[in-house]
């Protein structure tokens, strides 16, 4: 067992509110607001819901992913204290999840060079001038380790994960980890192509379920060393307990029936933690809405949890990809803090073929600990503890 890693800053800004506070009261309202893509434009006859930032606007120099990476990375900083001029003189690492991250975003670039036309680069450059680890490290200052992690819907929970071993191997002092990812339309055609999105609001869970909506955003925490901490005066919203990761070794894009790398992820979080599954307060899910997520995710809690509460934001989000784990994780650390939870937003219906049921309200819950689940494709599987002080 290693010791826990404070967090001492959130940030979030997805379709659910602009700053962690505003997206807590809509998910404590039942807010949500899955509509027609703005930016994007499809040939399908009706259009497939999204969860898009919108008004969000940003330096041209900055691609999309880039941009809410930075500013879910400044409102963690200002959560935690920290004065973004004087993170130099801290040993100070970034660690990104994402999955698109920004690549797929300038197609009329892409359609000419197939078409043998000789391009302008300049589109080329942006997006390599956009590595998300990169912008952040650039913008503050940084000279600690810089990685994104690219491991389909698991890596904003992988990255939070490193981030965290970084800390506890002494490498660093503060990391800023987190994930970011926003809509493409090449993803969303990808998606649809794979029958896997709900023509309607998505409803994890739920008996009628049939499918996920994609949504864009990010989340960054900052993790801090107990020493860092003392030495500034800092206070820890939270820390990170235990992080467990196990490959299904399965399928390209389906969960292993059983939910094995899922449970061996769990398992392994809840022992790193030293807590028991029993003592978990919650669980926040991965929930995607499709069938096979949600029928193999709610069997294992059914199992292994049996009793804790749980549900998934993403009727509040939408599926953010790399986003995802980071974005839940800041949701998991904020209820934990708030000791309520939300209802699981488009869950009506229970479907027998889970064998348990995520929460229909919101309640108050109690414990002092809370796990946050990814699943991914490629067999990814990814949980990740936290824990509040009394």
Known sequence: MKPPVAVSGLGCRCAAGDTLGACMESLRLGQRHPVPPVRLHTNHPAPFPVFEVLGFEHPPELLRTSALLLAAAREALRDAGLDEGAL???????????????????????????????????????????????????????????????????????????????????????VLAGGADELSRITLNGFIALKIVDPGPCRPFDLERRGLNLGEGAAVLVLESEASLLRRRGRARGRVLGYGAACDAHHQTAPHPEGAGLRRAILDALHRAGVEGSELAFVNAHGTGTPDNDRVEGRVFADLLPGIPFFSTKGHTGHTLGAAGAIEAAFTLASLEAGWVPASAGFQTPDPEIGSQPTGRVQTVTGRAALSTSLAFGGNNAAVVFGVAP
């Open 88 to 174: 130099g003189d801290l040993r100070v690492g970034v660690c990104v999840g994402t999955t698109v991250g920004c690549a797929l975003s300038d197609e009329p670039f892409c359609r000419a060079f197939r078409e043998g036309q000789d391009p302008n680069l300049a589109p080329l450059e942006r997006v390599l001038q956009n590595n998300p680890a990169g912008v952040l490290a650039r913008t503050f200052g940084l000279g600690g380790p810089c990685q994104n992690v690219v491991n389909a819907c698991s890596s904003g929970t992988d990255a939070i994960g490193l981030g965290a071993s970084w800390i506890q191997a002494g490498l660093c002092d503060v």
